[in-house]
């Protein structure tokens, strides 16, 4: 009943940026965190970022600061902007939601993934 819906993701150069988009809908009641994870060939799905609620945020490496996470809480939205992106960058980035579903049950869902892709 709740479904994500992204976009943003492509092929990009080194250095270059991109913007993630995702976006629940469904029979929400309130999200409570949103995410970005990204999986690689061969490796473990792993956390990127993550914004709840309150608008705290948490990155898998805070002081790298390239990829900022935000969202619209309005329209169910995160974003994750990605600057000066990397070979290493390229993955499956997964848009994850959690809340409340509106009969009160707890949620959590991912979204379909798209492909970022960094290379010359």
């Known amino acids: 009943q709740v479904q994500l819906v992204e976009s943003g993701g492509g092929l990009v150069q080194p250095g270059g940026s991109l913007r993630l988009s995702c976006a629940a809908s469904?029979?929400?009641?309130?999200?409570?965190?949103m995410g970005w994870y990204r999986q690689a060939p061969g490796k473990q799905r792993e956390l990127v970022a993550v914004?709840?609620?309150?608008?705290?945020?948490n990155y898998r490496d805070p002081k790298k600061e390239r990829f900022t996470i935000s969202r619209d809480n309005a329209k169910n939205t995160v974003y994750l902007q990605m600057n000066s992106l990397k070979p290493e960058d390229t993955a499956v980035y997964y848009c994850?939601?959690?809340?409340?579903?509106?009969?009160?049950?707890?949620?959590?869902?991912w979204g379909q993934g798209t492909q970022v892709t960094v290379s010359s």
């Open positions: 469904g029979s929400i009641f309130s999200v409570n965190a």
């Open positions: 994850n939601a959690d809340g409340w579903s509106e009969d009160r049950n707890w949620f959590d869902y």
């Open positions: 914004i709840h609620s309150s608008g705290n945020t």
